[in-house]
């Protein structure tokens, strides 16, 4: 049942309080009590912010690594690729093209590499 309360007089039964009010709920204003739940709420929603901000920043860091290697390892191999092309051509002369149906051109193109975007690691 809980604590019983000393009457002082009959008619003390009528009046609105239990016992003497504790914590510091008890003292505080409806608006006082608003404004605490809101800042709180609004509290734990900027932690979570944060803590979604921090965490997609990781991951970004991981797969920009992840990338940059990527890069690296495919500049390698176009490396390998354009060594062995030269090897190649220095097989080719004008004697084994005109063996395999190739003629000589009139006017000349030139055409140049176009560098691709990369990750700068800076």
Do not use: C
């Not at 009046?15 to 608006?31: D, E, N, T, V």
């Not at 608003?34 to 609004?42: D, H, K, Q, T």
């Not at 979604?52 to 990781?58: A, F, G, K, R």
């Not at 860091?61 to 190649?88: D, G």
């Amino acid at each position: 049942m809980g604590k019983k309360i000393k009457q002082f007089f009959e008619g003390q039964e009528q009046l609105p309080f239990r016992g003497r009010p504790s914590g510091m709920w008890s003292f505080a204003h409806p608006w006082e009590r608003r404004s605490i739940a809101v800042l709180s709420g609004l509290l734990l929603l900027l932690s979570l912010v944060y803590v979604y901000s921090v965490m997609t920043s990781v991951m970004h860091v991981a797969a920009r690594e992840e990338f940059s290697i990527e890069a690296t390892r495919l500049s390698a191999e176009v490396a390998r690729l354009e060594a062995e092309y030269l090897s190649r051509t220095q097989f080719i002369t004008e004697s084994y093209a005109k063996d395999h149906g190739f003629v000589a051109l009139s006017g000349r193109t030139f055409v140049e590499k176009v560098e691709s975007l990369s990750v700068n690691s800076r």
